[in-house]
């Protein structure tokens, strides 16, 4: 009988060189509990020395079953669910799920929840760009970075927390529109942070932009060449930093983000210092649209008036027959979709998040598939580690931007 | 020679070994550095500025389940995972415990479904739950102090 390690290693055997069979070169398991993974990410290393001769991510830890899950909910109770997949970007995720069922159903959504929606997934952008930006630096020794970007993190949560109760999984954007108009309170406490966020970037590039140690472990670290990246489907910051400018807020406009004025942040040096750069930049321009929206936000109501698909406001169900059927209809048994299939995308943090729902006319939808940037970055990570030290395998990681509920789901 | 001139005028305190072994676990218990899924993101936020968990003597999270005692499940365990996480369990060295952070851990929460572990108490014990859906780091906090009154609370003869 074959023991533990040599059951492994003939399991393994097809994927690695003919050097690790002769015990020329080493094989190593990271994660998946490791700090640096970001999660529950396998990475099975093959080892010269300390350089990576080949990288295998194995991925799976955290599959979850949400797509199918999705299928086994009604449409609007399912957009529960896509907060819980890309825990960085839940307010995103709801405006995909919402924007394929408005797309398939026609669905107006009013101009007022536009704007609010606009407003919380850049604030939401930049609150998961912070996070990047805190544990990408813990990886890379430079601990304060973490505390900074989280304390202004929690300014943002707070915001979340004030319009819907809940810190990250709101599901606060719903079909037709939002949960419910955002409080008075709200306009202050978005432009305290209009007000307050600017300086703190610039005290995080003070801190990092020159610092030589961090310098050191980005600079011409996991270079893609700009075609690499569109042939691996790499989307988001990564692409970007590559020298290629493309954005789906710029490319194929969605809520509104046409009337906005942002430019998008590129780089050519390609490296995860090129990265680095790009995100920051991509707060800053964040923080435009959320004072051009703000500034612009007109009155009226935040969810649409269809009554098939829209449940009625509490105030009219005393009064109105047809509102207590419909409220009936929509919390028992919920909306029906008309048949087809829809695709919808926009611009997650991590890059081009893209939802495919497939309805057959009933209240559930038929498929749910998710496209997530995590996971085609990812892909491009052993291409990028190769022949780098396991040290600079930390910094590519950190760089690749990845959440495992977006890659695992 | 006593214990009061080697501790000069510092005083000498006397206390039960009990109560002292207890007091010195409580204030120095080391979390194991490792997330599941979204609720990691709310312990990292315990573990930074605003709400500090190192006033509770945690600041120290430990990569390696060797040097921790404490193990908190933050996070959806799939059926994958589930392995992983006893042979991390069973890698700590006694005494530990173990806290289920958020819904999921503790039993399974909104995806009862083929992928989930309905509740990490399936694969190990679990000292304290903490709900929520992820629990505000507020709530991690208490479950934490919860947990220390359990600790203090341990009897000598269920030392392990
Ligand atoms: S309890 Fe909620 S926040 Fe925590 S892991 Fe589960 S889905 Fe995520």
Redesign the pocket.
Known sequence: MLDQSEFAFNELRHLVTDRAIEGETMLLNMGPQHPSTHGVLRLLLELDGEVVVNCFPDIGFLHTGIEKNMEAKSYEKAAVMTD?LD?LNNLGNNLVYCMAIEKLAELDVPIRAQAIRVILTELQRIASHLVWLGTHTLDLAAISMFWYTFRERELILDINEMVSGQR??TTYFRPGGLWRDVPVEFEDAVRDFIRIFPKRITEYEAMLNENPIFLERTKGIGVIKPEDAIHWGVTGPMLRASGVDFDLRKVDPYMGYEQYEFDVPTHTDSDTYARYLVRVEEMRQSLRIVEQALDKLPYGPVRSNNRKYVPPPRSELGTSMEAVIHHFKLWTDGFEMPEGSVYAAAESPRGVLGVYLESDGSTKPHRVHWRTPSFDNLQMLPVLAKGHLVADLVALVGTTDFVLGDIDR | MGIEQKAGDLGAVTMRLEQAVNWARTYAMWPMLFG????AIEMMAGQAAKHDMSRFGMELMRATPRQSDLMIIS??VTRKMAPVLRLLYDQMPDPKWVVSM????SCG??FNNYAIVQGVDEIMPVDVYVAG??PRPEALVHGILTLHEKVRGEKIKTWA
Do not use: E, S
Request: charged share 15%; hydrophobic share 35%.
């Open positions: 819980r825990y990250m999984m | 599941l899924a979204c609720c996070g959806r958020g819904d999921c851990a929460g909104i859906c992820p």
